[in-house]
């Protein structure tokens, strides 16, 4: 049986309008002199029909109408919860959304382990002051009489200065500096007093096995000279050096090695 609802529509249904929802009393009958209203929200042009009950959607017995209030809450369905952060493989600390693990720097992106500690031995108590290692001192100054047994064409310091020389290493390069040779001796009579009468590289220094320096001529253009000997050694001939021994070289430099 066919009624029509409050608002005008007819519905299939007697209890609630299938159009609208709206409650439907009981008995309701059918008034064909009333004009049958069109579906809320339906087009009045010429391309609609008008509204009948072949037209109109049924509605099941019984079925509870549909809230149609704009206000009306809509219900959204229940969010999943957040993954749970990995953890560290390494040493199992949660991850904190960086890239590193915060315990041990485990690189998640790449998988890179984390380096290895080095362990570090804390003595349980200071050590002792270690004694001075045992090495040998280069003096050098001008040396008069020296000078005054040479013919050279170089004018004697006018003042006498003196100057040591730690060596280190294997080998003291005696010699005069140039950096456009690239030459850097470790004793360098090129600071003054400058003594010209010595070869940029004159001569070497070095440490023998038995924990004693040895002097060799490099080839110098003016020898060095062993003490006071009259005669400059050969070029490349080593010869030994005690503590406090003293060798010439140039036009007036004397180097004396001392043991420290």
Do not use: K
């Amino acid at each position: 049986m066919s009624a029509v609802c409050p608002e005008g529509h007819l519905s299939d249904t007697d209890d609630w309008c299938d159009t609208c929802g709206s409650p439907i009393a009981p008995d309701t009958p059918i008034a064909p002199d009333r004009p049958i209203a069109a579906p809320t929200g339906a087009g009045t042009g010429p391309g609609v029909a008008a509204a009948g009950p072949a037209g109109l959607l049924g509605r099941r017995a019984g079925a509870a109408p549909a809230d149609l209030s704009p206000t009306a809450p809509q219900a959204l369905p229940p969010s999943a919860p957040p993954p749970s952060a990995p953890s560290c493989p390494v040493c199992a600390e949660p991850r904190s959304g960086g890239r590193y693990c915060e315990a041990c720097a485990y690189d998640f992106e790449t998988g890179a382990a984390p380096a290895a500690a080095v362990p570090v031995a804390i003595p349980a108590h200071a050590p002792a002051a270690a004694e001075p290692a045992v090495g040998w001192v280069a003096e050098v100054c001008p040396d008069r009489a020296f000078f005054d047994r040479n013919d050279d064409d170089i004018a004697f310091p006018d003042q006498v200065t003196r100057r040591a020389i730690t060596l280190v290493g294997d080998r003291s390069v005696i010699g005069r500096r140039s950096s456009r040779r690239n030459i850097f001796p470790e004793i360098d009579l090129a600071l003054a007093p400058e003594d010209r009468g010595v070869s940029r590289v004159h001569a070497f220094l070095d440490h023998t096995d038995d924990g004693r320096l040895a002097v060799t001529d490099a080839g110098s253009a003016n020898g060095t000279w062993i003490g006071d000997d009259a005669s400059p050694i050969p070029p490349g001939r080593t010869v030994p050096l005690a503590d406090g021994d003293s060798f010439h070289v140039g036009s007036f430099t004397r180097i004396t090695v001392r043991r420290t």
